[in-house]
């Protein structure tokens, strides 16, 4: 769960932030392929919007190609699947080092 509010505002912004914003994430990891799979569901429920409700989803799929060394991609779902003001659709790739 996070909370987002503002308790200082920019001049050139009208505005408060004030956002709720429940998570639910799930990581599996994947031994025999050496990496992970995780699903992010992001949700927020702006109270300064009429209690307006978004959410995204973010899943990714990683391979580990050296003990500190992995890359990734992602498939980024909002609008498209559900109803979501951030973006319809849109893909990633990462690296991941461990430190």
Excluded: C
């Amino acid at each position: 769960m996070q909370y987002f509010y503002s308790y200082d505002t920019d001049d050139a912004f009208q505005g408060d932030v004030r956002e709720t914003a429940p998570r639910l994430i799930w990581i599996r990891s994947l031994p025999s392929f050496s990496g992970w799979f995780k699903a992010d569901l992001k949700m927020s429920i702006d109270h300064e919007d009429g209690e307006n409700f978004n959410q995204t989803l973010e899943l990714q799929l990683g391979r580990m190609i050296s003990p500190k060394w992995g890359f990734y991609g992602e498939i980024l779902v909002g609008d498209e699947v559900l109803d979501s003001n951030a973006y319809n659709l849109g893909v990633g790739i990462g690296v991941r080092m461990i430190y």
